[in-house]
């Protein structure tokens, strides 16, 4: 994967992907999330990234959603556990435009106390949204049980009572905290010369006061396995059932992302569909997910179904993962596995500013992009034998937690 990067004194670091479109993506990652509130401060992170798009020294709310929206541009943002992130995609000829802009709320926000208050009534309201959503909410009940006392479980929108006592100077500590300028990565995909870029990246973000303070991230201690029944006021039983899993670091994470992709990733082909919407038509969604962070991971296994239906679709479920537990893949079901992931991947490369952001994530953790030769090559080295041993790990029936949302 061809790319270019560069450090400006501050620490903050450039990174280039030449592509010969008229169309610029950009991004502006910041290696601190959800993970790093201090207690009782849950959705601080997620509060501050909304607050960037209200007031800076310069710009009102109005100012700041229009520079780039008058320009045809799309400017989004978005939190999780471990990063906050910014990006756009816009015409090359506005690309100062939006380096002129992630510069100006990134570290000019004034957060206004009226802004503050009228943002915890949104964030409130997307709470109760969400809390709405069994489908969604179960997901971070789920975490909870899985980092119990940790802040990797807490929800990332954060709770009634903690968003309500947010305040600007909860907000400037976060920040002065967690913003590390070493962790810092502006990412575009662009048609630029590099060393026009460099240039204007040392106009826009080189006089960004050096900040480095010292993250202390704790490392979750392993989960207990139960089983655990929530009544609620819904029609369905929802179900989620998983594991700590892998580090974005360790050795199995490619193995486990094809073993993940294999059982209930993306496609209607995936083992869990086929087995239990196609063959049985009892949950109409079935999937399951990995998500790799910098100290762990995340497994899970999502279904939602009628109640009557609920307990059957989890003995399918455990069924398939006795199957992944007991029998090695052979080597036409292996082979068939790792093209169908990397044809994903390969198509995912498409969206390029899904591509632009997962670079800065890869430089930003681990100094160093992988080529999509290399993603591919470590695909096609995963064993048989390595899937079974990651199935006895992850799938262990001793370890698993469940999670159920059943009608009242």
């Known amino acids: 994967m061809d790319y270019q990067a560069y450090t400006l004194p501050n620490g903050i670091r450039i990174l280039y992907k030449h592509a010969p479109s008229a169309i610029t993506h950009c991004c502006f990652i910041v290696n601190a999330g959800s993970r790093d509130e201090k207690p009782q401060q849950e959705g601080l992170a997620h509060f501050i990234e909304h607050l960037l798009f ?3 020294e310069r710009r009102n709310t109005s100012q700041i959603l229009n520079r780039l929206e008058l320009v045809g541009a799309d400017l989004n943002a978005y939190t999780t556990k471990e990063y906050t992130c910014i990006h756009a995609s816009l015409l090359n000829q506005h690309l100062e435009r939006s380096m002129d802009l992630f510069e100006d709320i990134l570290f000019h926000s004034t957060f206004p106390e009226e802004e503050q208050e009228k943002e915890k009534g949104v964030i409130l309201d997307e709470i109760a949204s969400y809390l709405d959503q069994p489908e969604e909410a179960i997901q971070d009940d789920f975490e909870e049980l899985l980092f ?3 802040p990797i479980g807490k929800n990332i929108l954060g709770t009634t009572e903690s968003v309500t006592k947010m305040n600007g100077d909860d907000v400037r500590a976060f920040i002065k905290d967690n913003y590390n300028t070493a962790e810092m990565i502006f990412a575009l995909h662009g048609n630029y010369d590099f060393k026009k870029l460099i240039r204007l990246s040392e106009k826009y973000f080189g006089a960004i006061a050096i900040n480095q303070p010292q993250k202390n991230r704790i490392v979750p ?6 089983i655990h029944i929530i009544k609620k006021p819904i029609s369905q039983t929802h179900c ?8 974005s670091s360790h050795k199995y994470k490619t193995p486990l992302l094809l073993l993940n992709n294999l059982l209930g990733g993306m496609g209607m082909s995936s083992r869990l569909n086929l087995e239990i919407r196609e063959r049985y038509g009892i949950a109409y969604t079935i999937e399951s997910n990995y998500t790799p962070l910098s100290d762990t991971g995340i497994f899970s296994i999502y279904f939602g179904t009628d109640a009557e239906k609920a307990d059957k679709a989890s003995r399918l479920v455990h069924k398939e993962l006795k199957k992944l537990r007991d029998q090695k893949l052979g080597t036409l079901q292996l082979h068939q596995a790792k093209e169908k992931f990397i044809g994903q991947i390969a198509l995912a490369e498409e969206n390029r500013i899904g591509l632009i ?8 953790d681990f100094n160093h992009i992988d080529t999509l030769e290399d993603v591919f090559n470590k695909i096609n080295a995963v064993t048989a034998e390595q899937i079974l041993e990651i199935s006895n790990d992850v799938f262990d029936i001793d370890k698993l937690i469940t999670l159920k949302f059943e009608p009242k």
């Open 221 to 226: 201690q392993a989960n207990q396995s139960g």
């Open 240 to 247: 989620v059932m998983g594991n700590q899993a892998y580090s």
């Open 357 to 364: 952001i997962s670079m800065a994530k890869s430089l930003l």
């Open 54 to 56: 209200k007031e800076t």
């Open 148 to 150: 119990a006392d940790h």
